[in-house]
């Protein structure tokens, strides 16, 4: 068997630089808009699957309604507002708030007295059953933070300040 090691002197001080670069990053609009993105594919997919857990069946009196009003509709829409909503950022009451250091993504669609189904299914309030819409994979967080790391990485990379300060303490500014 073989195996090469090799250690880069100062390697903890470029990362302790570079951490703190990128901590001082203000504005994450561009990374939200990539998040965005994969919230809208993540709830494409839950909604084509039936729920990531798979969504409770509908009563029977209520399947033979729903066959009645809107017929052929999948589980959890019945006009589509709210897959809507949830799908795509143009949609009435989609929620899609940025701000540079905060996200908001959601829906607001409610019925037309004003009751809240998503919130009603999500939580199993009312005579709904739970039905988690917005129940992400595990792995999501992680993979949308590590988004959030690569831009800031790439933002105190691209500032060009840990870079030249982070050759001069290495000693390697003549070369």
Do not use: C
């Not at 609009?29 to 709830?43: A, H, L």
């Not at 909503?85 to 250091?101: D, E, Q, R, V, W």
Request: aromatic content about 12%; cysteine-free.
């Amino acid at each position: 068997m073989f195996s090469l090691t090799f250690e880069i002197t100062g390697a903890d001080k470029v990362i302790k630089e570079l951490d703190e670069t990128a901590s001082r990053v203000r504005d994450f609009t561009p990374v939200w808009r990539q998040i965005q993105q994969s919230f809208y594919e993540m709830m494409s997919r839950q909604y084509a699957m039936g729920g990531r857990k798979q969504w409770e069946p509908l009563s029977d009196s209520y399947a033979r309604w729903k066959e009645r009003v809107a017929p052929g509709r999948p589980l959890m829409v019945l006009y589509g507002h709210t897959k809507a909503s949830l799908t795509t950022s143009s949609a009435k009451g989609s929620i899609a708030n940025f701000s540079p250091m905060q996200l908001e993504l959601g829906t607001a669609v409610t019925s037309e007295r004003g009751y809240h189904y998503p919130y009603a299914h999500q939580y199993g309030l009312g005579h709904n059953k739970v039905r988690e819409l917005i129940d992400p994979p595990p792995g999501t967080a992680g993979k949308w933070a590590r988004m959030m790391e690569e831009y800031a990485f790439f933002i105190a990379a691209r500032s060009g300040k840990w870079q030249s300060a982070t050759i001069q303490d290495m000693g390697f500014e003549g070369e």
